[in-house]
Nanobody, 118 residues
């Protein structure tokens, strides 16, 4: 069993910051890549950020310069540092990863709600 658990969501004023965390547990040898998605009401789920095992970071255009993805391989944990938040960033944020365990497969967290007030 592999479980991904997000934390750090909440209500924040526009211009503020939040740091999301995702911790993976279970039968894990390694994780690659690590990702963050988000889904706003009535919209498609959107890939926000990816970090690979060799440290390559990829962001959707709308968050470039504001969000930073990072990883701590020893803890099987990754983060999304969000700054200069906008009301348009309001969404449920999901962590996602490809996990090497008994086999390689993709896992999702349960989601954490980020609400940015104007």
């Amino acid at each position: 069993q592999v479980q991904l658990v997000e934390s750090g969501g909440g209500l924040v004023q526009a211009g503020g910051s939040l740091r999301l965390s995702c911790a993976a547990s279970g039968s894990i040898f390694s994780i690659n890549p690590m990702r963050w998605y988000r889904q706003a009401p009535g919209k498609q789920r959107e890939l926000v950020a990816t970090i690979t095992s060799n440290g390559i970071r990829i962001y959707v255009d709308s968050v470039k310069g504001r969000f930073t993805i990072s990883r701590d391989n020893a803890k099987n944990t990754w983060y999304l540092q969000m700054t200069s938040l906008k009301p348009e960033d309001t969404a449920v944020y999901y962590c996602n990863a490809g996990v090497n365990g008994m086999a390689y497969r993709e896992y999702w967290g349960q989601g954490t709600l980020v609400t940015v007030s104007s």
